[in-house]
């Protein structure tokens, strides 16, 4: 399974994932189209199904010119409002595309419709990975627009307690930095977190992106999967 990222519009991300035997493709939060055709031609694939996270434009806006310009083309995700939806999907509802298989996991809190998708390839030693649109982020999880603040919570312990730490996390938008400024001042004295920071400031001197991280190091800097830890340190002088 090989991922392509491409950053698009002022800090989104959509995806490009390669089933490297049949030379099948699957694109995730199609917002420029003709950018995603043109990457694909390059990798000789056969784009063949998109699916979207969820409806806000910025993750959709290229579902039906998409469509257009490949007739059969599949759009799925979890809520009728996405642009273009040819099926919609059910939690727990499994996909295949060749060697890759498609576990759709419903996280509501950004918008109630909110979709990821966890894939992972026979036979292979390389970690799966988990498309998490505006749920999960790099240190960070989206805005609860359409939710509680309590379901986003639960959508993102449902993540942690299904997926093995080694999963690489792909979300939707670059927004590393600045979750990183906010995790330092939650633990001001979280290594782990100046660590990440630093390099993430690299990163983004260098132009480079900072996706994807992995569940596992999630855990150490990012406060929204870190709730128990530093609520238990509250009192402390320094956070850990």
Known sequence: MKVKVIPVLEDNYMYLIIEEHTREAVA?????????????GREGVSLTTVLTT???WDHTRG???LAH?????????????ICA???RLAHGEELRFGAIHVRCLLTPGHTSG???????EDECPDPPALFSGDA???AGCGWHLEDTAQQMYQSLTKILDTLPPQTKVFCGHEHTLNNLEFAQKVEPCNDHVRAKLSWAQKRDDDDIPTVPST????LLYNPFLRVTQWQQRRGSHCLS
Do not use: C, Q
């Open 63 to 65: 579902n039906a010119e």
């Open 136 to 138: 999960l982020s790099v």
């Open 215 to 218: 569940l596992g190091e999630e």
């Open 28 to 40: 995730v939060d199609v917002a420029v189209p003709k950018r995603l055709l043109e990457i694909a």
């Open 114 to 120: 909110h979709m990821s998708y966890f894939l992972w």
């Open 54 to 56: 969820h409806h806000h």
């Open 69 to 81: 310009l490949r007739p059969g083309l599949a759009v799925m995700g979890a809520d009728e409002r």
């Open 85 to 87: 939806l040819t099926r």
